[in-house]
Nanobody, 123 residues
């Protein structure tokens, strides 16, 4: 089992920044690719970003490219999502997820999920 706990969400004005953290425990952190997903009210949970076990490969959905950065600190068993130039359409509950093996975009391919952290961007 892997336990994931997100933190860092909050209310921010458009154009502002937030950094989300996801602390992992339970299994060897470097066995897992780590992803961030988000779910807005009335919408499906969607892929945001993913990072491989080493941190050398990252992928983003088009709407956040150039604004969001995913990173990980394997010594701290933590993955981060730095979010800059936030827009009202970024408002959602953000979830981190762990997948044994390589990176993937589909939420169905992830084994473990955190409880989520709310991000609200006001206009």
């Amino acid at each position: 089992q892997v336990q994931l706990v997100e933190s860092g969400g909050g209310l921010v004005q458009a154009g502002g920044s937030l950094r989300l953290s996801c602390a992992a425990s339970g299994r060897t952190f470097t066995n897992y690719a780590m992803g961030w997903f988000r779910q807005a009210p009335g919408k499906e949970r969607e892929f945001v970003a993913v990072i491989d076990w080493s941190g050398s490969r990252t992928y983003y959905t088009d709407s956040v490219k150039g604004r969001f950065t995913i990173s990980r600190d394997n010594a701290k068993n933590t993955v981060y999502l730095q979010m800059n130039s936030l827009k009202p359409e970024d408002t959602a509950v953000y979830y981190c997820a762990a997948r044994s093996g390589s990176v993937h975009y589909s939420r169905d391919e992830y084994d473990y999920w955190g409880q989520g952290t709310q991000v609200t961007v006001s206009s």
